[in-house]
């Protein structure tokens, strides 16, 4: 071998050595050659036991804990019965059904069960997310040592963030949810909660999560000033204007900006100590924002989370919206919720998100298209489509939607024109990662 050929051979050999494989390397690897987790042979990360984010050749990934690279393709809503299963919620499933349901989402293509799913999910060899359901949990409790004013018709809209029941009340869910999962390698991360509000919203239906428009459409603010007088929340709306020279009647955009800022920030620093106190190791995956996320929230809270989630139903992802808060928090972003649903289906479609399309077909390609671009962004770590199973055509309990979100009908069989495509495209989404 001449001098200039072992020099070549040496220098590639310690490359790979180190995990950090270069893109050309990576490319002599197909997609479809994974570890147990589902991460992707083709390139290295770091080898930590547990799923960890990390920035290679400028791009962001989820890291297995073998340390492969990981791009988390989920299904929120894998659960056997009627309703949506809480995060304590026993079991419906019948015996070998969790088996059978991973074997069939492994085939599709799909390494994560998302939310909203079955517990007996998390036992299935594949990576998994939980909500710790931090606020919503919170917010229906009354405030400390004061009356609920009649403006709230059920105790407390908003969670007073300041408050030591607030703290409480996270602490106990952590202690509760995440100290049993600290060790647990398949677990890829919390969500603080889902789709919570975050200030001035406007919105066209009667109500989200069951606050009315009249609600939605004041700050966080304007909120918070309506607390009792005695409330932590209050108090420190209160001192947070006089600390701007500004009154109560002359409160302007900026000072609602602020404190907003200042809220999530709290929201979000009380969140992550309290996992932190139960489980030192597993990844933060944000708060889940309902296709709005304004730039305060995201400040406050950006420092305090690991990875960005957001939910979208768009026709095509928010791809500048989603540049701009990978831009404005320097971390990656996951998409925890999309789906498209389809008129030929026979479901009504007239409760739930987004527009119907036409035809299966027409899901299959919107599938395609959408995750394709949003692989192509280089903060992207991962996306779960909505949901597993099709809701009932007279409407689910609670909020009686009724559309075709799954990919199995309502007796189980597959949607073959879909997943048939999810499987061919899943497999190839590493290359058009890497190729960005």
Same mark, same amino acid.
């Given at each position: ?124 060899? @594949?990576?998994?997310?939980?909500? #710790?359901? =931090? &606020? +919503?949990? $919170? /917010?229906?409790?009354?405030? !400390? ?110 000072? @609602?900006?602020?404190?907003?800022? #200042?809220? =999530? &920030? +709290?929201? $979000? /620093?009380?969140?992550?100590? !309290? ?162």
């Amino acid at each position: 071998m001449n001098r200039s050929l072992l020099v070549l051979v040496t220098v590639f050999l310690l490359a790979s050595a180190s995990g950090m494989t270069s893109q050309a390397s990576a490319q002599g690897v197909t997609s479809g050659e994974y570890d147990k987790y589902g991460g992707w042979y083709g390139l290295k990360g770091k080898k930590t036991g547990f799923f960890h984010t990390q920035q290679i050749n400028g791009r962001w990934w989820l890291v297995t804990p073998e340390g492969n690279v990981f791009i988390s393709k989920g299904v929120a809503g894998v659960y056997f019965g009627e309703e949506e299963p809480g995060p304590l919620t026993p079991s419906s499933a019948p015996p070998g059904w969790t088996r059978n349901a991973a074997r069939q989402l492994r085939g599709w293509g799909f390494n994560t069960v998302g939310a909203w799913s079955d517990r007996e999910m998390f036992t299935t060899e @594949m990576a998994y997310t939980f909500i #710790l359901d =931090a &606020a +919503e949990s $919170a /917010r229906r409790q009354p405030f !400390a040592n004061a009356d609920v004013p009649d403006y709230f018709p059920v105790p407390g809209y908003f969670p007073d963030y300041f408050s030591k029941e607030f703290r409480e009340s996270t602490d106990s869910r952590a202690a509760k949810l995440c100290a049993p999962r600290a060790n647990d390698p398949w677990l890829l991360g919390y969500f603080t909660d889902n789709e919570q509000s975050w200030g001035s919203i406007k919105i066209s239906w009667d109500s989200w999560n069951g606050i009315p428009p009249s609600v939605l459409q004041q700050s966080l603010l304007e909120n918070y000033l309506k607390f009792p007088p005695t409330s932590p929340g209050y108090q420190k709306a209160v001192e947070y204007l006089k600390s701007r020279g500004t009154v109560k009647g002359a409160i302007t955009e900026d000072d @609602m900006d602020g404190f907003e800022e #200042l809220a =999530a &920030a +709290e929201y $979000a /620093r009380v969140c992550r100590e !309290a996992i932190r106190r139960y489980d030192p190791s597993h990844l933060i995956l944000g708060c889940r924002y309902p296709q709005y996320a304004p730039d305060p929230v995201v400040r406050g809270m950006c420092p305090f989370f690991d990875v960005i989630s957001m939910n979208d139903y768009h026709p095509r992802p928010p791809v500048w919206k989603l540049e701009h808060l990978a831009q404005l928090t320097g971390k990656p972003f996951m998409l925890t919720e999309f789906s498209f649903k389809a008129m030929d289906s026979g479901l009504p479609n007239t409760k739930g998100a987004a527009d119907p399309v036409a035809t299966q077909q027409d899901r299959a390609d919107n599938f395609s298209h959408y995750v394709q671009e949003l692989v192509a962004i280089p903060s992207c770590v991962g996306f779960h489509w909505f949901e597993y199973r099709d809701e009932p055509a007279e409407g689910r309990q609670g909020d009686g939607e009724n559309s075709n979100y799954g990919l199995v009908k309502k007796d189980g069989t597959a949607w073959e024109v879909l997943t048939s495509r999810m499987r061919e495209v899943n497999a190839s989404l590493e290359n058009v990662a890497i190729r960005k």
